[in-house]
């Protein structure tokens, strides 16, 4: 809270020498006013001066004291003092008018910079938090560490892509029939956020496979990405064919059903996404994310699904045996719920001693997700991608991985 009153006491400052010049002003204009009506006082006075003098020349030539042309020579001095005691007055009396119409504009400069200051405390009062405490940069040290290894090993991982981007390019140079080699290619592009050049190294892979469904998929997503999400008509076309294929790619329906949604039609979606994650493997990694948006888009548009989707809503765990999945039905389930952290924390333990299981390490990512532990799978995620930097093909399966379960990698 500190750091507010400091900013509030420099703000008081800063309005302080706005206000004053302006203040200052309509005070030098009012005294101005003062001296401008006592000028005019005596000037008044001398006025009545020339022309009483005027009156005596008249009488001195009467008298025969003043000759003519002596008369003629002081009557004009008098007329020219006269004359100028007139001009000044006019000239006073606008000064003072000027000044009366500058004042209203001072008013309202005052008043709307009080304005402005009033209503910053009301919004601050309002929205703000004076009751937080100072969070000084000494505190924050381990934060800081966080963010700067996560930023490290992420440039790392960047690095390792851009190598494997430009060791493929060489290598389909001279081996442009390389199917495998334009797939790796579309994925470290992919990985990188350059799906718009990956579009062409996944186009040569369907060619090469006489347009095998996995690899319509792979185009199909390079397509959407490259879209910034949206299905365009090539993307639809591209992942119909797609579904007339033996392929089991979930891209294929999950896409299918997007493309329902982003025409209105979220009833199709939801029915094409329970279908396919009612047909998946029970370890596919990727089907909490889908029944995560089946649920939203049921809740969202009023859709009963109950009872319609079969899968499990808890991870495979690595270690599980048939005692422990026995004992586990007769737990209340804040012990079934302690249960699976404990058999998460081993699994984490393990990985820290024996790091060259990437099975290990995606289904530590997975479980973290699901017990909504986002911070912690994040944190497995960079750990696996630092462990297998040199090894291009883990990194991009831990990125995708990443990716579809929700996982921020940067």
């Given at each position: 809270?500190?750091?507010?009153?400091?900013?509030?006491?420099?703000?008081?400052?800063?309005?302080?020498?706005?206000?004053?010049?302006?203040?200052?002003?309509?005070?030098?204009?009012?005294?101005?006013?003062?001296?401008?009506?006592?000028?005019?006082?005596?000037?008044?006075?001398?006025?009545?001066?020339?022309?009483?003098?005027?009156?005596?020349?008249?009488?001195?030539?009467?008298?025969?004291?003043?000759?003519?042309?002596?008369?003629?020579?002081?009557?004009?001095?008098?007329?020219?003092?006269?004359?100028?005691?007139?001009?000044?007055?006019?000239?006073?009396?606008?000064?003072?008018?000027?000044?009366?119409?500058?004042?209203?504009?001072?008013?309202?400069?005052?008043?709307?910079?009080?304005?402005?200051?009033?209503?910053?405390?009301?919004?601050?009062?309002?929205?703000?938090?004076?009751?937080?405490?100072?969070?000084?940069?000494?505190?924050?040290?381990?934060?800081?560490?966080?963010?700067?290894?996560?930023?490290?090993?992420?440039?790392?991982?960047?690095?390792?892509?851009?190598?494997?981007?430009?060791?493929?390019?060489?290598?389909l140079i001279n081996d442009p029939k390389?199917?495998?080699?334009?797939?790796?290619?579309?994925?470290?592009?992919?990985?990188?956020?350059?799906?718009?050049?990956?579009?062409?190294?996944?186009?040569?892979?369907?060619?090469?496979?006489?347009?095998?469904?996995?690899?319509?998929?792979?185009?199909?997503?390079?397509?959407?990405?490259?879209?910034?999400?949206?299905?365009?008509?090539?993307?639809?076309?591209?992942?119909?064919?797609?579904?007339t294929t033996d392929s089991r790619d979930?891209?294929?329906?999950?896409?299918?059903?997007?493309?329902?949604?982003?025409?209105?039609?979220?009833?199709?979606?939801?029915?094409?996404?329970?279908?396919?994650?009612?047909?998946?493997?029970?370890?596919?990694?990727?089907?909490?994310?889908?029944?995560?948006?089946?649920?939203?888009?049921?809740?969202?548009?009023?859709?009963?699904?109950?009872?319609?989707?079969?899968?499990?809503?808890?991870?495979?765990?690595?270690?599980?045996?048939?005692?422990?999945?026995?004992?586990?039905?007769?737990?209340?389930?804040?012990?079934?719920?302690?249960?699976?952290?404990?058999?998460?924390?081993?699994?984490?333990?393990?990985?820290?001693?024996?790091?060259?299981?990437?099975?290990?390490?995606?289904?530590?990512?997975?479980?973290?997700?699901?017990?909504?532990?986002?911070?912690e799978a994040q944190t497995t995620y960079?750990?696996?991608?630092?462990?297998?930097?040199?090894?291009?093909?883990?990194?991009?399966?831990?990125?995708?991985?990443?990716?579809?379960?929700?996982?921020?990698?940067?």
């Amino acid at each position: 809270m500190t750091i507010w009153i400091v900013l509030a006491a420099i703000t008081l400052l800063v309005a302080g020498f706005v206000l004053w010049p302006v203040l200052r002003q309509h005070q030098s204009a009012t005294g101005t006013s003062g001296s401008e009506e006592t000028g005019n006082i005596e000037l008044d006075h001398d006025l009545a001066v020339y022309r009483d003098q005027l009156a005596e020349i008249d009488r001195d030539i009467e008298r025969g004291v003043l000759s003519t042309e002596q008369a003629n020579a002081a009557r004009i001095e008098v007329q020219r003092r006269i004359l100028n005691a007139d001009q000044r007055i006019k000239t006073r009396t606008e000064n003072v008018t000027s000044g009366l119409v500058g004042s209203p504009i001072r008013i309202v400069s005052v008043i709307a910079i009080l304005v402005f200051l009033t209503g910053g405390l009301g919004i601050y009062l309002d929205l703000g938090r004076p009751d937080l405490p100072d969070r000084p940069i000494a505190s924050r040290a381990d934060e800081i560490d966080a963010i700067r290894h996560a930023q490290a090993t992420n440039s790392e991982r960047t690095d390792v892509l851009n190598r494997a981007v430009s060791d493929l390019s060489q290598k389909l140079i001279n081996d442009p029939k390389n199917l495998k080699g334009w797939e790796l290619l579309g994925a470290s592009l992919m990985a990188l956020g350059r799906p718009v050049e990956a579009q062409t190294a996944f186009l040569e892979t369907v060619k090469l496979s006489d347009r095998d469904g996995d690899y319509l998929a792979m185009y199909a997503e390079s397509l959407i990405r490259g879209d910034n999400g949206q299905i365009n008509a090539t993307a639809r076309g591209v992942l119909k064919e797609a579904a007339t294929t033996d392929s089991r790619d979930p891209r294929i329906g999950y896409y299918l059903g997007l493309a329902d949604a982003q025409d209105g039609n979220i009833a199709l979606a939801v029915d094409r996404w329970i279908e396919l994650v009612n047909a998946a493997p029970g370890d596919a990694n990727w089907v909490p994310m889908v029944v995560e948006r089946i649920n939203d888009a049921a809740l969202a548009q009023g859709i009963d699904i109950e009872g319609r989707l079969k899968v499990a809503t808890a991870p495979q765990m690595a270690g599980p045996s048939q005692d422990d999945v026995a004992a586990a039905q007769e737990m209340t389930p804040e012990d079934r719920q302690e249960m699976i952290n404990g058999m998460v924390d081993r699994l984490a333990e393990r990985l820290e001693s024996e790091p060259n299981d990437p099975d290990g390490w995606a289904r530590l990512m997975q479980a973290y997700m699901v017990l909504g532990k986002t911070d912690e799978a994040q944190t497995t995620y960079h750990k696996a991608a630092e462990f297998f930097a040199d090894q291009p093909e883990m990194v991009l399966r831990f990125d995708t991985l990443a990716r579809e379960i929700g996982i921020a990698t940067n």
